[in-house]
Structures are given as structure tokens and as C-alpha cells.
């Protein structure tokens, strides 16, 4: 660890004390039992109100209405807990997390981390939007309406696809949402699965493009042709070629892929499937380093999708809850998913069913619409010379910290050699493994010791020993600085002082997982109770 020092923090231009680069850390740890182990019978953090004398006698009994076999034996066998109990056992936990708020995360890679204005959750707290019911007459939320009517128009223009559903819950949804329109317009034109020869029943993607574009086509029941990349990184149009038929039905592509890498051939990827009769989907869900910049329509697709839980900077929480949008070409509108948001000729607007040749539902109800509204506000807020701008600085950003990471020992960034990347990069410590037969595992286990993470990369590690990092805009040169520094200590260690990484961590909650378990049904429990049962002999 470097003695270096952070720039001066107090008045006369002294520091506070001196703050080593990478910062000292230590996680708060509770040894904290879930909730259910807290009960105690009989605690209480809130009495109900006893019913009014007569009211049971006014209504009715509610419960007599339900269906016979409906009602418990017994109640729920819920947590009992006073309200300070509850909150300590909250707080605890949050202190023995890291998130976006606390730590630089530019080591979730993929995931377009970045940071969420609190000003859009004062926003969706409102009353106006927390306390409205999805089945709600739409005459009484043509405000929350008018906002996703705008964000629709607004992604159609960033796209330059026809027109946008926000309907899927997430990527993963939305991409599914695609697959099932591509489908259906196959089938509308009598090429689908029973067509001649089994119809068009493929699909080719990337390797290096979102596992959920090979994953949705291989639910929806075709057969996935994958391709891998050439010598510089980039899908091989040869192979494309080569895989195209009479069977293709589509391209499912993420551009930059997942190491970072534009395709510069995009549209000629775009002119094959097309000359072979099939659709192009472009998976934008890292468009943070291309807004304002390139569109998917403009590269000739008929389809696309975003993460709005991504580039348009609304949280993830944990992994949810996520939102999607998915936009068409003209062709393709008939198919987009119901109900669509339309406005009348008097200025509000209505929920539309009437769309025969549409999938239906690929979600309930209209979408996430707190994130929604996060999203709208955002754009709002930046206008569009401020999207560019995003691009720009995550680019920027992206590009600074490849040329520190590089300066580390024993990391490389494999492909395009030299090469700027757009908004992400997959590096590999591939040298430092075969140097010190420390994995990439082994440096994620001990990074989390500096209060931060990195992740990985999808599975198979088609890169050896990958780590992939995304920084996005919101993140100053010091945090890059000092997050490329946490990577250089940790690969001194791995050269220097082995055993200590490899006992890692060490001042963290975490642990190291065995992993043999999840792959045993066997073992698997679901609840805190199944879990007792099986293990636990409870």
C-alpha cells in the first residue's frame, strides 16, 4: 500500500491526517441471524386499530365470500419483533452491504452502474404516482400516463425505431419481448415453425453479446448459432455468412459487445441476415458510451432494446427492480405488446387493446413505472446535447482507466490491441495466473477488503482469468485513480505476498463460497422453514 496522501482537506491547506491510497476499510460485521430467527412470541412493533363497534355489521364479513379451502387453519407464522428490534436488524444489514452511494463500483461491469439523482426519488415518493392502483381507471392517472407516453417517444427518438413499449420488466425481458415479435412476425408471414423444412427456426448471436439474447431465442424454441470473434475481437462476418439460410430468422447483437468493442461492420452484419430474409434485434443495453452518437435504426435494425435500469441511470437494487423498453421498425409496431399508451386528439390518453397481430403481455400491468418516471426525469433533466455528453465522459472515462489498469502487473486487455474501447473493457489476468496461480475469483474475494468489488464476466470465461469494468460518467478521475490503484496492490500481493491474498478477505463480511452446493438439487432450500427442514432437522 502506497503512502501517497489525498489532496488537502483542511483549512491552511494541511490534511486531516494522512489518507494512504488505496483508503483504509473495514466492514461492519454484525453476525447479523435473519429476521425469522428474531422472533420472539408475543412482541410487538404495532397494534391495529380494533375494528369500529358496527362496521362488520355495515359491510359484511369479507372473508365469508372467499371460496371454501381459501382460508388458513392457523395464521401466518410472521416474525414478531418490537420496532427498534426491526430497525436494528435493518441497519445492520445495510451496514454490512455495499452499493453505489457507498463505494465506486465501476467493477460491475456490464451493469452500467452509475449514479441515481435522489431528486427523482423524492419524485416517484409523491403520492400522485406511490398511492395510484395499476387498475385504476386511466381517466384518473393521465399525468403518470403522459409521462410514459413521452418516454416512448423520447427512446423512439434516441433509437430511431418507430415506436417503443415500455412494458418488460428488465433486459432479460425485453430481449425476450423481441424474440417473441420476431417470431410472430415469421409466423404472420408463413414462415414459421411449421413453414417448409421447419421454417426459419434459427437464431445467431455473439459470444461476446448478453447471454440472455441466446438464452430468450433458445426458450422460444430455436435452435442458437453462435458466433466467435477474430483475431482483433470482432464477430467474424465470414461466419456469419456461412450460418445465414433459408432458416435464419435472426441476428440478436450487442454493439460495443461485452469487451468494450465497436463493430465497425455492423450494418454489413445488418445487409446479410436481411439478404437471407431474417431480422436484425440490437441489444443496446450498454448504450451509456453511444447515445447521441449511433442508432440502431440507422444501422438498418428492426429492432432493439435498452435497460433502463442501465444507461438511463435508475437503480438496480440488487438486481431488480429492473425496467425495459423495447423499440420496432414501422413493420413491426402491430406487434409491439399490449396495451398501448395512445393519445387522443384531445390531449389525453388511453390504454389500447386492439392490436390482433400483437404478443399480448410480456409483463402485467404497464411497466415499472417508478423507474419509468426515474428515467423520464433524467433525460429531462439532461436534455439531448447532455445524453452526448454522458457518452463522451463514460468514453473518456472508460479509456482513462484502461491505460491505469494496463499499468498494473500481469493484467492485459485481450483483442484489438492498442485500440480505444467504448464503455467497457474485458481485461484478463491470465499472466498473473500463470505467473502466481492466483485466479480471478482470488482477486474478487480480496478487492472487496478496499470497500469496492469487481465482477468477473458471463461464464464460460471465454477470456481467461476475465474482469470487466465499466466506469460510466458518473465517476471523477480520482475515483478512477483510486480504483486502478486497489488493482495494483492487490497484483503486488499476488506476486509479493501470495497467502495473504489467498486467505482474503479479510476485513469484509463475505465469504468464500462453495459453489458445488447450487449445483445439488438436492441441497437446495428456498425458504428459512424448507431450509430448517432439510438441513436443519427442524
Known amino acids: 500500500m502506497t503512502t501517497a496522501t489525498r489532496p488537502p482537506t483542511a483549512a491552511g491547506g494541511l490534511p486531516i491526517a494522512p489518507k494512504p491510497v488505496p483508503r483504509r476499510f473495514h466492514q461492519a460485521a454484525w453476525d447479523e441471524p435473519i429476521i425469522l430467527e428474531l422472533s420472539v412470541p408475543g412482541a410487538r412493533g404495532v397494534l391495529p386499530p380494533a375494528t369500529e363497534p358496527g362496521i362488520k355489521a355495515l359491510v359484511g364479513d369479507p372473508a365469508a365470500a372467499l371460496p371454501a379451502g381459501i382460508g388458513r387453519e392457523r395464521p401466518p407464522a410472521l416474525p414478531e419483533l418490537s420496532q427498534v428490534h426491526v430497525l436494528r436488524h435493518y441497519d445492520r444489514l445495510s451496514q454490512e452491504t455495499l452499493g453505489a452511494d457507498l463505494n465506486i463500483d465501476v467493477g460491475q461491469g456490464t451493469c452500467t452502474m452509475k449514479y441515481s439523482p435522489k431528486v427523482n426519488d423524492q419524485l416517484i415518493r409523491s403520492p400522485k404516482l406511490a398511492d395510484t392502483h395499476p387498475a385504476q381507471d386511466p381517466a384518473t392517472v393521465q399525468g403518470t400516463l403522459e409521462i410514459l407516453w413521452r418516454l416512448e417517444r423520447m427512446l423512439a427518438e434516441i433509437s430511431g425505431m418507430a415506436r417503443v413499449s415500455l412494458q418488460p420488466a428488465s433486459g432479460s425481458a425485453a430481449i ?19 413453414g417448409p423444412g421447419g421454417g426459419r427456426n434459427e437464431v445467431v448471436t455473439t459470444i461476446f453479446s448478453h447471454p440472455s439474447n441466446a438464452a430468450a431465442a433458445k426458450v422460444a424454441g430455436y435452435r442458437v448459432i453462435t458466433l466467435y470473434p477474430d483475431a482483433d475481437g470482432y464477430p467474424d462476418l465470414g461466419a456469419l455468412r456461412a450460418a445465414v439460410s433459408e432458416r435464419t430468422a435472426a441476428l440478436l447483437i450487442t454493439n460495443p459487445e461485452d469487451t468494450g468493442i465497436f463493430n465497425p461492420r455492423i450494418e454489413d452484419f445488418v445487409r446479410v441476415v436481411h439478404e437471407a430474409g431474417g431480422l436484425c434485434a440490437y441489444d443496446q443495453a450498454n448504450a451509456n458510451g453511444i447515445l447521441g452518437i449511433t442508432r440502431a435504426r440507422d444501422a438498418g435494425f428492426d429492432l432493439c432494446h435498452f435497460n433502463i435500469h442501465k444507461t438511463f441511470s435508475t437503480p438496480h437494487a440488487c438486481g431488480g427492480p429492473g425496467a425495459g423498453a423495447v423499440g420496432v421498425a414501422p413493420d413491426l409496431v402491430p406487434f409491439l405488446p399490449t396495451p398501448t399508451i395512445e393519445r387522443a386528439d384531445d390531449g389525453t390518453f388511453r390504454l389500447d387493446d386492439d392490436h390482433p397481430r400483437s404478443i399480448g403481455k410480456v409483463r402485467p400491468w404497464h411497466g415499472n413505472t417508478p423507474n419509468l418516471v426515474r428515467a423520464y426525469a433524467w433525460i429531462m433533466a439532461l ?134 452446493p447450487l449445483d445439488d438439487p438436492s441441497t437446495w432450500a428456498i425458504t428459512w422453514r424448507a431450509y430448517r427442514r432439510k438441513h436443519a432437522g427442524g
Do not use: C
Not at 471523477?476 to 497467502?499: G, K
Open 176 to 194: 425476450w419481448a423481441n424474440v417473441a415479435m420476431i417470431r410472430a412476425w415469421h409466423e404472420s408471414r408463413g414462415e414459421g415453425f411449421d
Open 383 to 516: 436534455g439531448a446535447a447532455g445524453l452526448r455528453e454522458v457518452a463522451e465522459i463514460a468514453v473518456l472515462n472508460n479509456n482513462y482507466l484502461l491505460a491505469k489498469v494496463l499499468e498494473a502487473r500481469g493484467v492485459s486487455a485481450p483483442y484489438a490491441t492498442g485500440r480505444r474501447r467504448i464503455e467497457q473493457v474485458r481485461y484478463s489476468w491470465e499472466a498473473l495466473h500463470r505467473d502466481t496461480d492466483v485466479t480471478t475469483e482470488d482477486i474478487a474475494a480480496r478487492v472487496v477488503d478496499f470497500g469496492t468489488h469487481y465482477w468477473t464476466s458471463h461464464h464460460p470465461y471465454v477470456v481467461p482469468e476475465p474482469m470487466t469494468l465499466e466506469p460510466t460518467e458518473s465517476y471523477s478521475r480520482a475515483d478512477l485513480d483510486e480504483y486502478a490503484a486497489i488493482l495494483a496492490e492487490v497484483a503486488r500481493e499476488a506476486y509479493e505476498d501470495r497467502d495473504h491474498l489467498l486467505s482474503a478477505p479479510h476485513r469484509s463480511t463475505i465469504h468464500r463460497i462453495d459453489h458445488a
